[in-house]
């Protein structure tokens, strides 16, 4: 830009010299308008390209730093302009992430200012997709009447937005499930510590030696733990599935948004519940937000979950062995991920020795293959609670028991 300003002002420089000699050589009067002509006329050139800008302040306005996905952004420039020197036209261009050009609605209107002091410009994206977004730098174009001189300034300016997964109500899920020894409530007051036992389970490693039912054991011939009517806590570990073979197929953003949504709804459910909750996600190193029931949590979480992608190399069916093996007895262990398959079954019945499961599959097609009508079932016998969920609208009417409320067959 100030190259092309240099070349516009020696090119009107040159041509009032050789007008000047023009007339000096010829004289008369034809010679001798072009040269005062062209002089006013460079006038008005030069002092718009040097004086358009002069005292000039650019700001912008967000009508919110964060929001929900779907929802729209207001972004209002204003632009403060004291110089004498009249704008006669004025353009404004942003410097947008690509993929809100074609969600924008009042880009690059051209304004006439003239003397007036403050000019304001207002557009709005509209909506917004999940993400973390960085607005960047603004640009003021202007320039003269007669379209010789067009002249930018870039004004440096950076806004950062976190659009957040879509959150809706959650309705007719609680987080634990019934049983064969019936439904135990989870409490934060309860503790493993209870002398009412309501069956045995197999024993594990990490259990006590005084949980071992010696009568059962001796009955039938493996070691059996005591399983207590208390043992359930109430509290959450959220498990988002952000490998990359998990979304290797098609409709991938689609279906991980919904994942994304999932996840933030289950997440929202718990906090205004007041339930404990955590997320793991299996990234490398793998990133964790301890247990809590805060609100800086819940925006961390919230935050993670808007810009994450799934792009991550580490196997998920590993992870949820490892993160088997590190929780503590009682979780309640939240996993949200589209496979379905005997591996996934295989790796939930590791979390099941810890805790209760609850899968929630974000699904794009109204039918299951019949390899994932193989591994749904495989899924349910592993003990694990599987919800198909092909809306994200469809977690305010989910069903007890772990069916969905989701118009999908299963077959």
């Given at each position: 830009?100030?190259?092309?300003?240099?070349?516009?002002?020696?090119?009107?420089?040159?041509?009032?010299?050789?007008?000047?000699?023009?007339?000096?050589?010829?004289?008369?009067?034809?010679?001798?308008?072009?040269?005062?002509?062209?002089?006013?006329?460079?006038?008005?050139e030069w002092a718009t390209?040097?004086?358009?800008?002069?005292?000039?302040?650019?700001?912008?306005?967000?009508?919110?730093?964060?929001?929900?996905?779907?929802?729209?952004?207001?972004?209002?420039?204003?632009?403060?302009?004291?110089?004498?020197?009249?704008?006669?036209?004025?353009?404004?261009?942003?410097?947008?992430?690509t993929r809100w050009l074609?969600?924008?609605?009042?880009?690059?209107?051209?304004?006439?200012?003239?003397?007036?002091?403050?000019?304001?410009?207002?557009?709005?994206?509209?909506?917004?997709?999940?993400?973390?977004?960085?607005?960047?730098?603004?640009?003021?174009?202007?320039?003269?009447?007669?379209?010789?001189?067009?002249?930018?300034?870039?004004?440096?300016?950076?806004?950062?937005?976190?659009?957040?997964?879509?959150?809706?109500?959650?309705?007719?899920?609680?987080?634990?499930?019934?049983?064969?020894?019936?439904?135990?409530?989870?409490?934060?007051?309860?503790?493993?510590?209870?002398?009412?036992?309501?069956?045995?389970?197999?024993?594990?490693?990490?259990?006590?030696?005084?949980?071992?039912?010696?009568?059962?054991?001796?009955?039938?011939?493996?070691?059996?733990?005591?399983?207590?009517?208390?043992?359930?806590?109430?509290?959450?570990?959220?498990?988002?599935?952000?490998?990359?073979?998990?979304?290797?197929?098609?409709?991938?953003?689609?279906?991980?948004?919904?994942?994304?949504?999932?996840?933030?709804?289950?997440?929202?459910?718990?906090?205004?519940?007041?339930?404990?909750?955590?997320?793991?996600?299996?990234?490398?190193?793998?990133?964790?937000?301890?247990?809590?029931?805060?609100?800086?949590?819940?925006?961390?979480?919230?935050?993670?979950?808007?810009?994450?992608?799934?792009?991550?190399?580490?196997?998920?069916?590993?992870?949820?062995?490892?993160?088997?093996?590190?929780?503590?007895?009682?979780?309640?262990?939240?996993?949200?991920?589209?496979?379905?398959?005997?591996?996934?079954?295989?790796?939930?019945?590791?979390?099941?020795?810890?805790?209760?499961?609850?899968?929630?599959?974000?699904?794009?097609?109204?039918?299951?293959?019949?390899?994932?009508?193989?591994?749904?079932?495989?899924?349910?016998?592993?003990?694990?609670?599987?919800?198909?969920?092909?809306?994200?609208?469809?977690?305010?009417?989910l069903r007890r028991g772990?069916?969905?409320?989701?118009?999908?067959?299963?077959?």
């Amino acid at each position: 830009m100030r190259l092309r300003v240099g070349l516009t002002a020696s090119f009107t420089g040159l041509s009032m010299v050789g007008l000047f000699i023009f007339g000096m050589v010829t004289g008369g009067f034809f010679a001798w308008f072009l040269f005062y002509f062209g002089l006013v006329i460079a006038i008005y050139e030069w002092a718009t390209l040097f004086s358009s800008f002069a005292r000039m302040r650019v700001q912008r306005q967000l009508s919110s730093h964060r929001l929900t996905a779907g929802q729209n952004l207001s972004v209002r420039v204003a632009i403060a302009h004291k110089s004498l020197w009249p704008l006669f036209w004025v353009r404004i261009h942003e410097g947008l992430p690509t993929r809100w050009l074609f969600q924008t609605s009042g880009l690059d209107k051209i304004h006439v200012p003239l003397w007036r002091r403050e000019t304001q410009y207002t557009y709005t994206v509209r909506s917004l997709p999940r993400g973390v977004y960085q607005i960047g730098h603004t640009t003021v174009e202007t320039g003269d009447l007669l379209g010789f001189v067009r002249i930018g300034r870039k004004f440096e300016y950076s806004e950062r937005v976190v659009v957040y997964p879509k959150v809706v109500p959650v309705r007719g899920w609680s987080g634990h499930a019934p049983d064969e020894y019936g439904e135990r409530q989870p409490t934060n007051r309860r503790s493993e510590e209870s002398s009412n036992v309501i069956g045995v389970r197999e024993f594990v490693q990490g259990d006590r030696i005084s949980r071992i039912h010696w009568p059962m054991t001796a009955r039938r011939g493996t070691l059996l733990a005591k399983e207590f009517e208390l043992h359930v806590t109430s509290e959450f570990k959220f498990i988002p599935d952000n490998t990359a073979t998990s979304y290797a197929s098609e409709a991938q953003a689609a279906k991980f948004d919904l994942a994304m949504s999932i996840t933030a709804s289950l997440m929202r459910y718990a906090y205004d519940n007041h339930r404990k909750f955590g997320m793991v996600v299996p990234v490398q190193p793998h990133l964790s937000f301890p247990t809590g029931l805060d609100s800086a949590l819940l925006n961390r979480c919230m935050e993670s979950l808007a810009a994450m992608q799934p792009n991550s190399p580490r196997d998920i069916l590993s992870f949820l062995r490892r993160i088997s093996d590190e929780s503590t007895r009682g979780t309640v262990f939240v996993v949200i991920s589209p496979r379905l398959d005997k591996d996934m079954a295989v790796a939930l019945s590791h979390l099941k020795r810890q805790g209760s499961v609850q899968l929630f599959v974000p699904v794009t097609r109204d039918r299951l293959t019949e390899e994932e009508h193989v591994g749904y079932e495989r899924l349910l016998a592993s003990g694990a609670q599987v919800y198909l969920i092909r809306n994200a609208d469809q977690l305010s009417f989910l069903r007890r028991g772990g069916a969905s409320g989701a118009s999908i067959s299963a077959r």
